[in-house]
């Protein structure tokens, strides 16, 4: 599959400077980039590129904000793709399943519309997703994930750019190397491609994934796309902040991975410890209940804080700065570290500088 960069769009690169990106993360932390683009055509995505490698500046790429930990300024173009078309397409294949459709969606499009939207026409895959923030761009990136669901389960292809090249080409699910909160476009591909556009995979027929928690239990036995959709925003909204009340990132730390042995001892200690063996031979621990036994849920210091209902959220209450968050994720760290010996890493992404 190829993409057609010259889409007939009349050529316009709207580039800002010195913008303002403090309400364009959802952890509110101030910045300021030198320049800042938000293209909605792959055309203007291009020419914004063109313009930025001749002018040798750094690219940084932004989806929906709701992943990063932003410093204080920011040099050379930010880059926020705007593609904001989806649309459904039912295939007459007889090697596709019966029942199985594909949704194009562009990099810009908001990810829990798309739930939402997909969910109200019956089609199954990406209910369990809802509320997640963010675009459906840099979904892929860390291969979002809740509620015994991931991105990875759905995702048929994405489409890239080449960032000096412009060049667009599509990567199968298979390339894009996706593993728990993790993905080729974090590890070989960073800095390299910007993503245009995702294909997923959905189906009518159902499929509900409900083992996870108590969702099951909070649902009829045969509950439509929509019915888990919902009961997994009321689960959201129930444990973790709303952003556009109090800034977060979801889940600052990932949820650790140990060797089945470090498990096994961690549990002679403490019995109730949650933890999830892995198809891989390791064991994966609850972050949240690492740090809630260090007793630091609710904990605060300066304009930031460990939220008081789930412990692997930090929030901003305002006036802070990326050094005065990573001050508090740095102790959080050192005192789970101390306890039970295992190193937390932040989820988020640190943009350098
Ligand atoms: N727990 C505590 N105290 C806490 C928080 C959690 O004891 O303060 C315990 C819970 O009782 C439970 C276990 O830890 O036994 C796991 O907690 P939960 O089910 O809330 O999930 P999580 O591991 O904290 C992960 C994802 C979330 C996702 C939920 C549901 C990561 C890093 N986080 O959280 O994703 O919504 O599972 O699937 O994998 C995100 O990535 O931003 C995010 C919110």
Redesign the pocket.
């Given at each position: 599959m190829g993409c057609n960069v010259n889409d007939g769009v009349a050529k316009q690169v709207n580039i800002a400077s010195r913008a303002d990106l403090s309400s364009e993360n959802t952890l509110k932390l101030p910045c300021q980039a030198e320049y800042f683009a938000t293209p909605g055509t792959l055309s203007a995505l291009s020419d914004v590129l063109g313009k930025a490698n001749r002018e040798e500046w750094p690219i940084t790429l932004l989806g929906g904000g709701s992943?990063v930990l932003l410093p204080d300024w920011l040099p050379g173009l930010v880059v926020r793709p705007a593609l904001q078309q989806w649309w459904v397409a039912v295939p007459d294949r007889p090697e596709i399943a019966k029942g199985d459709v594909f949704v194009h969606v562009g990099a810009g499009v908001n990810w829990h519309t798309l739930v939402m939207a997909m969910a109200a026409r019956g089609l199954w895959g990406i209910e369990n997703l809802a509320l997640?923030p963010g675009s459906c761009g840099a979904a892929p990136v860390q291969n979002?994930?809740?509620?015994?669901v991931e991105l990875a389960d759905t995702l048929h292809s994405v489409q890239v750019m080449e960032l000096a090249t412009g060049r667009c080409y599509w990567l199968n699910a298979n390339e894009c190397v996706f593993g728990?909160?993790d993905s080729i476009f974090k590890r070989n591909l960073t800095d390299k491609v910007v993503i245009t556009q995702l294909i997923l995979r959905l189906s009518r027929k159902p499929m509900p994934q409900l083992n996870?928690?108590d969702l099951a239990a909070r649902l009829p036995r045969l509950p439509t796309p929509l019915a888990v959709a919902e009961a997994v925003c009321d689960i959201?909204r129930e444990?973790?902040p709303d952003p556009n009340v109090l800034a977060n990132?979801?889940?600052f730390?990932?949820?650790p991975l140990v060797s089945d042995h470090q498990a096994a001892q961690l549990l002679a200690r403490y019995p109730s410890m949650?933890h999830f063996p892995q198809a891989s031979g390791q064991t994966k621990l609850?972050?949240?209940?690492l740090?809630?036994q260090c007793g630091l849920?609710g904990l605060r210091d300066g304009a930031f804080g460990v939220h008081q209902?789930?412990?692997?959220?930090l929030v901003h209450f305002g006036g802070g700065d990326r050094h005065g968050l990573m001050k508090l994720a740095n102790y959080i760290a050192a005192q789970v570290e101390g306890r039970f010996g295992i190193l937390l890493e932040p989820?988020p992404r640190l943009i350098n500088p």
């Open positions: 992943n997640i979002i994930g809740a509620y015994g728990y909160r996870y928690g959201r444990k973790l990132a979801g889940s730390f990932k949820n949650p609850a972050a949240g209940w740090i809630d849920k209902h789930q412990a692997l959220v989820e």
